[in-house]
């Protein structure tokens, strides 16, 4: 997996928190141990945003990716999306979106999330959410 994935790629130097990290790790090692590739590399496309960079994506302005607690993860075929899917539910994450047409799952840890001095992007994420793009 590409390190500098964890960061928002327009260089503002945002970092995905160490949870996100310690999540595609996990994903990674599972799917490397169900199809005996120790090899497989995780395709991340996407963890922390900043605001300005999450509008020229298109994501929502209240998106979790501006908090860095989301991760957008490329899958290849409907045997890697099920491993990520099931291992993502297995360890607790509470919300998944699928896209069939771009081919990439999103999960973010915003189940019930409350920060003791919201922003002006925060609210408290409806969970559990399993959805489709």
Known sequence: ???KRFFCS???GLMASNSIIWFLRSVEREIRRKTRD???????TSTARCPK???KVGGKRNS???LSIAA???YQNNFIKFIIIKHL????????GISKRK??????????IKLAYPTKYMKVYPSPRLWDY
């Open 1 to 3: 997996m590409n390190g």
């Open 10 to 12: 327009d260089g503002c």
């Open 38 to 44: 120790p090899k497989y590399e995780l395709i991340v």
């Open 53 to 55: 960079q999450n509008k």
């Open 64 to 66: 979790a990716h501006i």
């Open 72 to 74: 957008d993860i490329k």
């Open 89 to 96: 539910l297995w360890l607790g994450v509470e919300r998944v």
């Open 103 to 112: 081919k990439f799952i999103h999960f973010d840890l915003g189940a019930g």
